[in-house]
């Protein structure tokens, strides 16, 4: 089973930037997509960004214009770049793979906390 390590997570100032990673264990182009999602205290997991085998990205509506999901074939990593950070972006956030047939894969979170 392939396997998910994020990393780049941590405390940052508002109106910073971060950048997270997640490298996988085997070939990225196995999976229909990648993706981060985010969890905070007390609310549910929610979908960030998404990439897919095609490179097709999409967007959380809040994080639109302010994270860029990419990837590196070379390394079997996807990258979430992080910009204008905010309060509200405070969370854990997980790097995600979903087969062809539908199976989740998940990382084990890195948290990313967004204070002055």
């Known amino acids: 089973q392939v396997q998910l390590v994020e990393s780049g997570g941590g405390l940052v100032q508002p109106e910073g930037s971060l950048r997270l990673s997640c490298a996988a264990s085997?070939?990225?182009?196995?999976?229909?997509?990648l993706a981060w999602y985010r969890q905070a205290p007390g609310k549910q997991r929610e979908l960030v960004a998404r990439?897919?085998?095609?490179?097709?990205?999409s967007y959380l509506d809040s994080v639109k214009e302010r994270f860029t999901i990419s990837r590196d074939s070379a390394k079997n990593t996807i990258h979430l770049q992080m910009n204008s950070l905010k309060p509200e972006d405070t969370a854990m956030y997980y790097c995600n793979a979903r087969s062809w047939g539908g199976t989740d894969i998940w990382g084990q979170g890195t948290q990313v906390t967004v204070s002055s």
């Open positions: 085997g070939n990225i182009f196995d999976f229909a997509a």
């Open positions: 990439i897919t085998n095609t490179g097709r990205t």
